[in-house]
């Protein structure tokens, strides 16, 4: 994984300072997996990331990486994404309003930029609901799918 850029960096901090806020640890591997989830283009599993950082820190676990990446799941800053057939689940860093779209046939997971504050305020509207965070997946077949 390159080096954070700045924007990056900054998301990284911002995410810690509210971690710290709100008393949860700051290790050096928590900081490492969200560094990592913040600058990854792609929808990394938990293996991959645990792979890609062993060299960094080599007493680390497998079970390091979900549990940093549950305190992540649990403070509103990652989520999940299942894809069909898989037994995998792979991570995204909600750091944007965006939704995934999950290919069903190959299990391609791409970013698709949208704004979401009106959805946030009819879901409000509709069920009464104080919306805290907005996470949304689709699913289809990807372009490439489509040729074959």
């Known amino acids: 994984m390159n080096a954070l850029h700045r924007h990056e960096e900054e ?3 911002e995410v810690l300072q509210n971690l710290r806020a709100k008393g949860i640890r700051i290790t050096d591997t928590r900081r490492a997996v969200l560094s990592y989830l913040v600058a990854s283009h792609e929808h990394p599993s938990a293996e991959k990331i645990y792979r890609d950082l062993l060299p960094q820190f080599p007493s ?6 979900y549990n940093n990446i549950k305190v992540l799941i649990d403070e509103g800053v990652v989520s999940e994404i299942k894809v069909r ?4 689940t ?3 860093f909600m750091g944007h309003d965006h939704l995934n779209v999950v290919c069903e046939k190959c299990g391609r997971i791409a970013d698709v930029d949208i704004e979401v504050p ?3 305020e009819e879901v409000a509207s509709q069920s009464g ?6 996470q949304m997946t689709v699913y289809g077949i990807c372009p490439d799918c489509q040729k074959n």
């Open 129 to 134: 609901y104080q919306i805290t965070k907005t």
């Open 11 to 13: 998301r990284v901090e």
């Open 90 to 92: 792979y991570f995204d």
């Open 60 to 65: 680390m676990s497998l079970a390091t990486v």
């Open 85 to 88: 057939n898989d037994t995998t």
């Open 118 to 120: 009106d959805l946030r």
